[in-house]
């Protein structure tokens, strides 16, 4: 099942504007990560928050934490067309014995010129 | 080298036939993953390895059978498969965080299978 469900599914913006996605979640987090995913191929680890911070800066990416809501944001910041993907939150936590990444329900963005 | 190699690309398979995907990576993760997507749906894990040995098996049904020779390598075996079988299988490797979360992942390009 689905860790995280992640709002807007779809997102649709013009080039330079700034495009935030959202994702709660439902159990306790070791930490949250975001990837990118193009046209249905592999995924690109973006950026990685912990369970104990609460904000985070990778060049034109904001990611919060909010442990309490059970929620995460990315903000992507001045956006180009080369953005357009899909965006999707995944969950890191420990089961048993043995750690697991768990994906939420995926934003797809698109950027237009 | 941070790159996760998956073969082959697309695999076309019959439902009574037996083939396998490859992973391979020289990262030194010993951690790797199995996951299936479907369109337009986030990636589901399948398996986990951890050290070589099978660690979370998310009741995937036994025609998927997982092989961990050895650090750099997974297979996943596919005998008997159902067309709603078909989807993008994706493998992933990361370091082995001994309990305190999955590290970053880094994924292959995945093998699309088509079941006919």
């Known amino acids: 099942s689905q860790q995280g469900e992640e709002d807007p599914q779809a997102l649709s913006i013009q080039e330079g504007e700034n495009a935030t996605m959202n994702c709660s979640y439902k159990t306790s987090i070791n930490n949250l990560q975001w990837y990118r995913q193009n046209s249905g191929r592999g995924l690109v680890h973006l950026i990685l928050i912990r369970s104990n911070e609460r904000e985070k800066h990778s060049g034109r990416l904001r990611v919060t934490l909010d442990t309490s809501k059970k929620s995460s944001s990315l903000l992507i910041t001045a956006s180009r067309a080369a953005d357009t993907a899909s965006y999707f939150c995944a969950t890191a936590a420990v089961d048993g014995t043995a750690s697991k990444l768990t994906f939420g329900t995926g934003t797809r963005l698109q950027v237009t010129l | ?116």
């Open chain 2, 1 to 116: 080298d941070t790159e996760v190699t998956q073969t082959p690309k697309h695999l076309v398979m019959g439902m009574t036939n037996k083939k396998s995907l490859k992973c391979e990576q020289h990262m030194g993760h010993r951690a790797m993953y199995w996951y299936k997507q479907k369109a337009k749906k986030p990636p589901e894990l399948m398996f986990v390895y951890s050290y070589e040995k099978l660690s979370i098996n998310e009741s995937v049904p036994s025609r998927f059978s997982p092989e961990c020779p050895n650090s750099s390598l997974l297979n996943l075996h596919l005998h008997a498969l159902q067309p709603e079988d078909s989807a993008l299988y994706l493998c992933a490797s990361s370091l082995a965080t001994g309990g305190q979360g999955v590290a970053e992942a880094f994924f292959g390009q995945g093998t699309r299978l088509t079941v006919v």
